[in-house]
């Protein structure tokens, strides 16, 4: 198979998505496109399809947006006015062998797609591609502080709640920025790191101690650890701003109901949607050579 000879539906998603589409153009292949924002130039090269099933229909593979599955397994596209939720008969339009490329599945398109034989190719947690896109990330969350807060960052107390690649490039970036950063995450390692980069390390144990003390906590770890418990600890007017994946670091309902402003920043790569969606073209592109070459 060459370039020339694939086609590629790239379905849901946000402006990241455009960029994406035009790389795969640019590639050499065949592309569908539904569901993200659609410029009114329209994109050289990409049919724009009516709905979901017309952009999957003959493609040999499928590109869906980085972002997790909302628990009603529709797919992160936030301009779209419908719910693009992924069922078999929307995807059986796909060629024989057809892959689809995404961050992560939920149960129920791995159902699907195990029924249709359609192989999965999760990236969410790469961690190249999560660096690649990791300062447009932690851009988006600085916007998210100065909008929701009527402090500086400069000499906040701020704790950030895990430590993996995003969680440590915000600690090196809000350390430098002056900010009084604690960190509490479970491994040893990654609070040694933190350490390293000045911020006072902690272990997640430790957060009924810190928290109470903290102007912004921010989550970054896809299991629910702040529940209403820690929430009563907090001070008036803290901000909690949860980047994770579903279901989030934070219990954000509970923080609504409790009168405390709770912000899921989740889709912040799409604050530099022409950086970031050539960025995540780089591993989209790896994995479609590789998908190739099994296949000669």
Same mark, same amino acid.
């Given at each position: 198979?060459?370039?020339?000879?694939?086609?590629?539906?790239?379905?849901?998603?946000?402006?990241?998505?455009?960029?994406?589409?035009?790389?795969?153009?640019?590639?050499?292949?065949?592309?569908?496109?539904?569901?993200?924002?659609?410029?009114?130039?329209?994109?050289?090269?990409?049919?724009?399809?009516?709905?979901?099933?017309?952009?999957?229909?003959?493609?040999?593979?499928?590109?869906?947006?980085?972002?997790?599955?909302?628990?009603?397994?529709?797919?992160?596209?936030?301009?779209?006015?419908?719910?693009?939720?992924?069922?078999?008969?929307?995807?059986?339009?796909?060629?024989?062998?057809?892959?689809?490329?995404?961050?992560?599945?939920?149960?129920?398109?791995?159902?699907?797609?195990?029924?249709?034989?359609?192989?999965?190719?999760?990236?969410?947690?790469?961690?190249?591609?999560?660096?690649?896109?990791?300062?447009?990330?932690?851009?988006?969350?600085?916007?998210?502080?100065?909008?929701?807060?009527?402090?500086?960052?400069?000499?906040?107390?701020?704790?950030? /709640?895990?430590?993996?690649? $995003? @969680?440590?490039? +915000?600690?090196? %970036?809000?350390?430098?920025?002056?900010?009084? *950063?604690? &960190? !509490?995450?479970?491994?040893?390692?990654?609070?040694?790191?933190?350490?390293?980069?000045?911020?006072?390390?902690?272990?997640?144990?430790?957060?009924?101690?810190?928290?109470?003390?903290?102007?912004?906590?921010?989550?970054? /770890?896809?299991?629910?650890? $702040? @529940?209403?418990? +820690?929430?009563? %600890?907090?001070?008036?007017?803290?901000?909690? *701003?949860? &980047? !994770?994946?579903?279901?989030?670091?934070?219990?954000?309902?509970?923080?609504?109901?409790?009168?405390?402003?709770?912000?899921?920043?989740?889709?912040?790569?799409?604050?530099?949607?022409?950086?970031?969606?050539?960025?995540?073209?780089?591993?989209?592109?790896?994995?479609?050579?590789?998908?190739?070459?099994?296949?000669?």
């Amino acid at each position: 198979m060459s370039w020339s000879n694939l086609t590629i539906a790239v379905v849901a998603g946000d402006a990241r998505e455009q960029e994406i589409a035009r790389c795969a153009v640019r590639a050499g292949a065949k592309v569908r496109a539904f569901g993200f924002p659609w410029p009114d130039q329209g994109i050289e090269g990409v049919y724009h399809a009516s709905d979901a099933a017309d952009a999957l229909k003959g493609a040999d593979i499928a590109l869906m947006p980085i972002p997790g599955i909302a628990p009603d397994g529709g797919l992160f596209a936030p301009s779209n006015p419908e719910r693009i939720i992924p069922s078999r008969e929307m995807l059986a339009g796909m060629n024989k062998g057809a892959n689809i490329i995404l961050g992560w599945a939920d149960d129920n398109l791995k159902s699907h797609c195990e029924a249709l034989g359609i192989t999965l190719h999760e990236y969410e947690w790469d961690v190249d591609l999560m660096l690649l896109r990791g300062p447009a990330i932690v851009e988006g969350v600085l916007k998210v502080l100065i909008e929701n807060t009527q402090i500086t960052i400069h000499k906040a107390n701020i704790c950030l /709640v895990g430590q993996g690649t $995003i @969680g440590s490039l +915000l600690t090196h %970036t809000l350390v430098g920025l002056g900010a009084h *950063v604690s &960190v !509490a995450a479970r491994n040893p390692v990654q609070r040694a790191a933190a350490y390293a980069a000045g911020a006072e390390p902690h272990t997640l144990e430790d957060l009924p101690e810190i928290l109470p003390r903290m102007d912004i906590v921010i989550g970054s /770890v896809p299991r629910q650890l $702040i @529940g209403e418990k +820690l929430l009563k %600890t907090m001070r008036p007017g803290v901000l909690l *701003v949860d &980047v !994770a994946a579903p279901p989030g670091t934070i219990d954000r309902d509970k923080a609504g109901e409790m009168g405390i402003k709770a912000v899921w920043a989740r889709g912040m790569g799409a604050r530099a949607p022409i950086t970031v969606g050539k960025s995540q073209w780089t591993g989209i592109e790896r994995r479609i050579k590789d998908i190739m070459e099994k296949q000669k």
